[in-house]
């Protein structure tokens, strides 16, 4: 059974910083891209940024400078360090793990994880 869970979250004044973890088992972590994707309320889900599964990243651009996103095959946990947050980081930010390059590629999603940033 596959299972991302997400950690980290929590309330943060501006300019403040945070670091989400996401643990998976279940899966071969090292062949599965990852990435996080944020959602705020009365908003759609929006990409925050991916690595795949040899440490390529890209980030949107709301949070290019500011977010880091790394892995540690390892461990097999993924993680997005966010310094310099502002307000508009507040959502609930979900990971995902995904096998790229075959038929049909089938995406697994953590619960989440709440970030509020207050101003």
């Known amino acids: 059974q596959v299972q991302l869970v997400e950690s980290g979250g929590g309330l943060v004044q501006a300019g403040g910083s945070l670091r989400l973890s996401c643990a998976a088992s279940?899966?071969?972590?090292?062949?599965?891209?990852m990435g996080w994707h944020r959602q705020a309320p009365g908003k759609q889900r929006e990409l925050v940024a991916t690595?795949?599964?040899?440490?390529?990243?890209n980030y949107a651009d709301s949070v290019k400078g500011r977010f880091t996103i790394s892995r540690d095959n390892a461990k097999n946990t993924m993680y997005l360090e966010m310094n310099s947050l502002k307000p508009e980081d507040t959502a609930v930010y979900y990971c995902?793990?995904?096998?790229?390059?075959?038929?049909?590629?089938?995406?697994?999603w953590g619960q989440g994880t709440q970030v509020t940033v207050s101003s």
């Open positions: 995902y793990a995904v096998r790229l390059g075959v038929p049909n590629p089938h995406y697994y």
């Open positions: 279940g899966i071969i972590f090292s062949i599965y891209a």
């Open positions: 690595i795949s599964s040899v440490g390529n990243t």
